[in-house]
């Protein structure tokens, strides 16, 4: 594969799961990476210096230290937290802002924002709208961006309530059936977006949604049940059971999201190696959970 960019590529958020993911992509190309970590000390910073990742401080009261870790920088990745009440909304927008303003000053030449799929749309998610202003700050920036939205993680299915019942896998969410959830695996967001980074792939427009299967709750709960050696069941429940409004919106908005195509042909030119539902089970070691003889 070429490496046309061959300077240290800068990640913030490397201690989590995206950022811990791009890492993976970086390095298994033989990226030079440097984490940029609020924490050094942290059990989770010490496992990637281990790798051979160098740590950089962050804080966000201080920027003239953030420019100073994007020093050389040749390509800079970075995503913004989770946020659900207005005040985290507000912060995680400022921690988007900040981390631009940092990249302009240290004049990195390449910047990509893992995003998320529908912040370029009116989603009527809290979480998704306050990542397209971080989009629209990097876009007015006047840097070189590119937008990385990643679709649901795969990997969220280890805390969807996924039952036996008399010998049938039963997966309940608040999503009518019919209609085609999105889905990508962490190790897909990271290899796309490190692709990306290290100046492999390029991104028509600027910007790709990163959805690697589709799939109805039926065809969701059959892919585990194959997998468990059990017949499958979903259930569709109503968004009135969702008690949290933030959650509730990001159902509404999954059904919504399934109207629009996904491009599976463009994450697979960059990352041909990409995972469909079956393949991440497959990896992931899920098993199914004890049969609770209810019905
Ligand atoms: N779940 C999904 O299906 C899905 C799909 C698309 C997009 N997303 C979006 O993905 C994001 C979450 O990504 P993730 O799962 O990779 O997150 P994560 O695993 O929770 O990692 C968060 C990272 O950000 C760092 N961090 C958190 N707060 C910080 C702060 N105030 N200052 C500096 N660093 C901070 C953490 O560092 P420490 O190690 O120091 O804590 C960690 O490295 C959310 O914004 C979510 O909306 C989620």
Do not use: C
């Not at 050389?72 to 507000?90: L, Q, V």
């Not at 969807?160 to 999105?182: C, F, H, I, Q, R």
């Not at 709960?221 to 429940?237: D, Q, S, T, V």
């Amino acid at each position: 594969m070429q490496q046309q960019n061959s300077g240290t590529i800068v990640v913030f958020g490397a201690t989590g799961q995206q950022g811990g993911a791009v890492v993976d992509g970086l390095l298994s190309r033989g990226a030079r990476v440097r984490a940029l970590v609020r924490t050094p000390e942290s059990d989770r910073a010490q496992a990637l210096a281990a790798r051979g990742v160098e740590l950089a401080a962050f804080r966000i009261d201080e920027p003239a230290a953030q420019v100073a870790a994007l020093d050389g920088a040749g390509a800079f990745s970075f995503m913004t937290p989770d946020s659900g009440s207005p005040e985290e909304i507000e912060d995680e927008v400022r921690l988007g802002a900040a981390l631009v303003d940092a990249a302009v000053a240290a004049r990195v030449p390449h910047v990509v924002f893992n995003s998320v799929s529908g912040a370029e749309r009116d989603s009527g998610v809290a979480h998704f709208a306050s990542k397209g202003r971080v989009e629209q700050y990097l876009r007015q920036s006047g840097l070189r961006a590119t937008v990385v939205r990643p679709t649901a993680f795969m990997e969220s299915f280890a805390h969807v309530p996924l039952t036996v019942e008399d010998g049938e896998l039963v997966l309940k969410m608040p999503l009518p059936d019919g209609v085609g959830l999105k889905l990508v695996a962490l190790k897909d967001i990271g290899q796309v977006a490190a692709a990306i980074l290290v100046g492999a792939a390029d991104v028509p427009g600027g910007a790709i949604e990163v959805v690697a299967d589709q799939l109805t709750g039926t065809q969701i709960a059959a892919a585990f049940g194959a997998h468990a050696g059990f017949p499958a069941r979903y259930e569709a429940l109503p968004l009135s059971a969702v008690t949290d409004i933030e959650d509730r919106a990001m159902f509404r908005w999954f059904a919504q999201a399934a109207t629009y195509p996904a491009d599976l042909a463009a994450v697979r030119a960059i990352e041909p190696a990409v995972w469909d539902l079956p393949a991440w089970i497959r990896s992931s070691g899920w098993t199914a959970p004890a049969d609770s003889g209810r019905r």
